[in-house]
């Protein structure tokens, strides 16, 4: 069974940082290309970034080009998003996803809260 546990949210001053992590299991890992969605509730689920299974190449939502960071350690099956300059508008959250077995799986999410 696909397991994807987020960690690393929190409470973070408009500017600030956090660096979330995706601990993922039961599939191969370094196989797999991999998601950040974000959800405000009520509203839609926003897909923010993927990395390519080796991690050689990464892609993101316009909104947060230039400010979050998405990586991966194949070794320790983790996922990574660095998020820089944190705005209120980012205040969601955060979830890990990988397709496979043409199924998509998220994990249970972390709430990450920018405010003043």
């Known amino acids: 069974q696909v397991q994807l546990v987020e960690s690393g949210g929190g409470l973070v001053q408009p500017g600030g940082s956090l660096r979330l992590s995706c601990a993922a299991s039961?599939?191969?890992?370094?196989?797999?290309?991999m998601s950040w969605y974000r959800q405000v509730p009520g509203k839609e689920r926003e897909w923010v970034a993927g990395?390519?299974?080796?991690?050689?190449?990464?892609s993101y939502t316009e909104a947060v080009k230039g400010r979050f960071t998405i990586s991966r350690d194949n070794n320790k099956n983790t996922v990574y998003l660095q998020m820089n300059s944190l705005k209120p508008e980012d205040t969601a959250v955060y979830y890990c996803s990988v397709l496979w077995m043409s199924r998509v799986s998220w994990g249970q999410g972390t709430q990450v809260i920018v405010s003043s």
């Open positions: 990395i390519t299974s080796a991690g050689g190449s990464t």
């Open positions: 039961g599939f191969t890992f370094s196989s797999s290309g």
